[in-house]
């Protein structure tokens, strides 16, 4: 079963329009949230690390937060070079990462 | 900052063809990691290793084999290349011991075999 869901599969927004992402996650034991950007031909790169619900964290236009249950990506008035795929990915008990398959944000100008 | 390289960026092979595929860190970490993706599917993990010599499958081992002489190289062996194998490779390592755990990759291989 899908243990990391991310909505919506691709998002087009309009330069300056505010939207989060969703990432949701049914493993028993979270052990870290993590977020990536990853550009077209290119490897993911890191953005965030969240542990516990109620954490946030933010980078320029940014913000991700977490529930029990999922956590959110905001964007705030993007502008088109925050285009890209955004993972998610979650830890469990080892060392090893769980992702989404990422939801494809295009931003126009 | 975090530097991981992987040997190619574009790879063309025959099928029954053995490919390696090469993996460099340059931040003294002691986990790395060797993914596939495919569109749709998300990144998937083929093997892993947390030290030299060791290593673990993942949830898609077969066909796959991998090699740690080294704790900064990582590669990973494809024993006789299948036109199912193409796809987009990624290598990435992290620090393993008590602290956060993020992941860093490389740029990726993009592997077609014919």
């Known amino acids: 079963e899908d243990q990391v869901t991310q909505s919506p599969e691709a998002l087009r927004l309009q330069e300056g329009e505010s939207s989060s992402l969703n990432c949701s996650y049914t493993?028993?034991?979270?052990?870290?949230l993590f977020w990536y950007r990853q550009d077209p031909g290119k490897g993911p790169e890191f953005l965030f690390t969240l542990y516990s619900a109620g954490e946030e964290k933010e980078k320029e236009r940014l913000k991700a937060t977490l529930t029990k249950k999922e956590s959110f990506l905001h964007i705030t008035a993007p502008k088109p070079e925050d285009s890209a795929t955004y993972l998610c990915a979650v830890r469990e008990d080892t060392d090893k990462l769980i992702f989404g398959t990422g939801t494809r944000l295009q931003v126009f100008p | 900052d975090v530097k991981v390289t992987q040997s190619s960026r574009y790879l063309v092979k025959r099928t029954g063809e053995k490919v390696f595929l090469e993996c460099v860190q340059d931040?003294?970490?002691?986990?790395m990691f060797w993914y596939r993706q495919d569109p749709g599917l998300g990144l998937r993990l083929i093997y892993f290793s947390y030290d030299v010599k060791m290593k673990e499958k993942g949830d898609i081992p077969e066909g796959y084999s991998v090699s740690r002489e080294k704790k900064e190289r990582f590669s990973l062996i494809l024993e006789s290349a299948s036109t199912n194998q193409t796809s987009m490779y990624l290598c990435?390592?992290?620090?393993?011991?008590?602290?956060?755990?993020?992941?860093?990759f490389g740029p990726g291989t993009r592997l077609t075999v014919t």
């Open positions: 990435a390592s992290s620090y393993r011991p008590g602290t956060t755990y993020e992941q860093y």
């Open positions: 931040m003294d970490h002691e986990n």
């Open positions: 493993v028993s034991g979270l052990r870290g």
